[in-house]
């Protein structure tokens, strides 16, 4: 089992930034490959971004791509997502998500809103 506990959500006006926290516990942190999702309101759970197990391979939704990166902290067992230039469309829950065998290992979520 992977426990999850996202941190960092919060109110930001557009073009502003945040930065994204998940704590892991459970299962040796550097054998998950890690990932950040978010849903916004009506809308399905998207992907956002993922980081393999080194931390060395990335890759990220066109929708984000230049704005966000993500990073990991493999002796802190934390997963980050950096969030810059804001737009009101990145208004969602942010989960953060773990994987053995696919995303099988899921946060509870962090709400991201951004205000114009």
């Known amino acids: 089992q992977v426990q999850l506990v996202e941190s960092g959500g919060g109110l930001v006006q557009v073009g502003g930034s945040l930065r994204l926290s998940c704590a892991a516990s459970g299962r040796t942190f550097s054998s998950l490959t890690m990932g950040w999702f978010r849903q916004a309101p009506g809308k399905n759970r998207e992907f956002v971004a993922g980081i393999r197990r080194s931390g060395d391979n990335t890759n990220y939704a066109d929708s984000v791509k230049g704005r966000f990166a993500i990073s990991r902290d493999n002796a802190k067992s934390t997963v980050y997502l950096q969030m810059n230039s804001l737009k009101p469309e990145d208004t969602a829950v942010y989960y953060c998500?773990?994987?053995?065998?696919?995303?099988?290992?899921w946060g509870q979520g962090t709400q991201v809103t951004v205000s114009s």
């Open positions: 998500a773990a994987s053995t065998l696919g995303y099988n290992y």
